[in-house]
Nanobody, 127 residues
Framework: QVQLVESGGGLVQAGGSLRLSCAAS????????MGWFRQASGKEREFVAG????????NYADSVKGRFTISRDNAKNTVYLQMNSLKPEDTAVYYC????????????????????WGQGTQVTVSS
């Protein structure tokens, strides 16, 4: 069984910052890559950022590159998403997810490559 619990969402003004956390427990240990996705109202869930199991490699959607930073603390089994210079278009429910396959050196942007998902945390950016 895998449990993912996101936190840190909220309401922020444009230009502000938020830090999301995703605490993993159960079978989602530090040998798995992790990803952040988001889903805005009326839109499909999209990839935001990913990080491999060791934290050495990361990957970002073009829309957030240079503004968001994904990181992980394997001792705490927690993944973070630092979001700076937020824009109204960043408004969405943000989900963390566990990528399939242990010790993978690649980061997938496909939702189907992620086996477990958190319940999501709402991020709202006002203009």
């Amino acid at each position: 069984q895998v449990q993912l619990v996101e936190s840190g969402g909220g309401l922020v003004q444009a230009g502000g910052s938020l830090r999301l956390s995703c605490a993993a427990s159960g079978r989602a240990d530090s040998s798995y890559g992790m990803g952040w996705f988001r889903q805005a109202s009326g839109k499909e869930r999209e990839f935001v950022a990913g990080i491999i199991w060791s934290g050495r490699y990361t990957n970002y959607a073009d829309s957030v590159k240079g503004r968001f930073t994904i990181s992980r603390d394997n001792a705490k089994n927690t993944v973070y998403l630092q979001m700076n210079s937020l824009k109204p278009e960043d408004t969405a429910v943000y989900y963390c997810a566990v990528q399939r396959g242990r010790y993978s050196a690649t980061i997938s942007r496909r939702r189907d490559d992620y086996a477990y998902w958190g319940q999501g945390t709402q991020v709202t950016v006002s203009s």
